[in-house]
């Protein structure tokens, strides 16, 4: 059974890099058909894409946030991490990891972690 | 960008109540359309995928039909776990995009 946890700091400050790892278990994180995802919610709001890598270390990004959005890869740990650089308050959001299941026939996500509040405050 | 608007944001039943929750792509999304349900504090949870097809463990009382830019999900008769958020999700093309959420609450 796959579980995913974020961790990282709950305050950044504009201006500054928002950094999150989230942490795989239960399955091997470069092996399967996955990408390894980032999704935040503003409080009370819906869910935005932030952005994905699959396991060849190929990511993509959601172009509203790209020039500011890293996705990495560390199998050694089976983790991946999320930086997001030039924080302002509209970045304050429940930052969720999740595994992104594609086959020739199906894709959704199907494993999320709890998620993780960031908040963005001086 | 692909957009998703589902309705209605949100919507009074009562327990054993029929609902039916719509969401509409911008565009034609074919078949790649994912409803999930999430719950206060909690993470979203994987219902629906493929427009129909509901994942393990899910009750039959909840369906989804639709194809092209209208989808739709179901709930036969509400009880009372059911009372969540829901959202839809287009999966067609690059980057993946939510509805908006329709907030199923108790009248």
């Known amino acids: 059974q796959v579980q995913l946890q974020e961790s990282g700091p709950g305050l950044v400050k504009p201006s500054q890099t928002l950094s999150l790892t989230c942490n795989v278990s239960?399955?091997?994180?470069?092996?399967?058909?996955?990408?390894w995802s980032w999704i935040r919610q503003p409080a009370g709001k819906g869910l935005e894409w932030i952005g994905r890598i699959y396991t060849s270390g190929i990511s993509n990004y959601n172009p509203s946030l790209k020039s500011r959005v890293t996705i990495s890869l560390d199998t050694s740990k089976s983790q991946f991490s999320l930086k997001l650089t030039s924080v302002t308050a509209a970045d304050t959001a429940v930052y969720y990891c999740?595994?992104?299941?594609?086959?020739?026939?199906?894709?959704?996500?199907?494993?999320w972690g709890q998620g993780t509040l960031v908040t963005v405050s001086s | 960008d692909i957009q998703m608007t589902q309705s209605p944001s949100s919507l009074y039943a009562s327990v054993g109540d029929r609902v039916t929750i719509t969401c509409q792509a911008s565009?034609?999304?074919?078949?790649?359309l994912n409803w999930y349900q999430q719950k206060p504090g909690k993470a979203p949870k994987l219902l629906i995928y493929d427009v129909s097809i509901l994942e393990r463990g899910v009750p039959s009382r909840f369906s989804g039909s639709g194809s092209g830019t209208d989808f739709s999900v179901t709930i036969s008769s509400l009880q009372p776990e059911d009372f969540a958020t829901y959202y839809c999700?287009?999966?067609?093309?690059?980057?993946?995009?939510f509805g908006q959420g329709t907030k199923l609450e108790i009248k």
């Open positions: 239960g399955v091997s994180i470069t092996s399967g058909s996955w990408y």
């Open positions: 999740a595994r992104w299941y594609s086959s020739s026939w199906y894709r959704y996500f199907d494993s």
């Open positions: 999700q287009q999966y067609d093309n690059l980057p993946y995009t």
């Open positions: 565009q034609g999304i074919s078949n790649y």
